[in-house]
């Protein structure tokens, strides 16, 4: 008789095995920074300013597009606005403080639910600049960063019958009253961000970034997978230096420091 092999179940890759993963490169990266530091000159490195905008894509039960890149962005997507302020610490590592808002959205057919979520969200982020670890010397304008963070997110979302539009709350009652609970919760991120320098002081940036929540409710709805929601941020932007030093001389050459030229 033929024996039917066990089917393994779905599985997703939760924030956890994601931390495990990246473990590995920032401990090697700790292990040689005393020799990276070594490196770095004895001046103030300048603080930055970036603002930037972009696309918001939502990942969970209420999404059924996550593989069709194109109806994914014209049906599962919104638009966010950001501004985060970061600095130096060696020519290597630097440490941001970001601050996002924007909107998500997603349906499901089966379900017979779509919703809307508004969300502000407040990160610290470390920047790890792979250019300076790999080829310190080389002056390229262009700087490949990957950026590993986390914070807070508070949001508020209202889920719609698609039949007929109804309100429902988080009971799955019809409520037309329900205007949503502000919510919070936590999440980390990573991703990775390019630099191009068109300046001394400003800066072309993009990045992507994937949001890892502890939370199943940015839909308005508790799914019965206990898998938590996800979403992604796609940016674009600019990015401004301001010198710590006085003189444009000492400005220029503090650039230089900064493998701009």
């Known amino acids: 008789m033929l024996k039917y092999l066990p089917v393994k179940k779905n599985t997703t890759i939760k924030p956890v095995t994601c931390i495990r993963i990246l473990l590995i490169p920032a401990i090697v990266f700790i292990t040689n920074l005393p020799s990276l530091a070594q490196r770095q000159s004895k001046t103030g490195s300048p603080w930055v300013v970036n603002v930037n905008g972009g696309m918001v894509s939502f990942f969970g039960d209420l999404s059924t597009k996550d593989y069709n890149p194109v109806w994914k962005t014209q049906t599962e997507s919104d638009l966010g606005l950001g501004v985060d302020v970061s600095k130096d610490i060696i020519r290597q590592l630097s440490f941001s403080l970001s601050y996002f808002t924007g909107k998500m959205k997603g349906n499901n057919p089966a379900l017979n639910y779509y919703f809307n979520n508004r969300f502000n969200e407040l990160q610290l982020i470390a920047g790890i600049n792979i250019d300076e670890i790999i080829s310190p010397d ?22 719609r019958q698609m039949t007929d539009g109804r309100i429902v709350n988080e009971d799955g009652a019809p409520d037309m009253d329900y205007r949503g609970t502000s919510r919070s919760a936590a999440f980390i991120s990573v991703g990775p961000k390019i630099a191009f320098d068109i300046s001394n002081q400003w800066s072309l940036i993009a990045g992507l970034a994937f949001r890892f929540t502890n939370t199943d409710l940015l839909d308005g709805y508790r799914g019965s997978t206990g ?21 444009s001389h000492k400005c220029t050459e503090e650039y230089k420091k900064y493998k701009i030229l």
């Open 227 to 247: 898998i938590a929601d996800r979403y992604s941020i796609l940016t674009a932007g600019f990015a401004y230096k301001i010198s710590t030093e006085r003189s």
């Open 138 to 159: 080389n002056k390229s304008r262009i700087s490949v960063i990957l950026n590993v963070g986390g914070g807070g997110l508070f949001y508020k979302s209202i889920r």
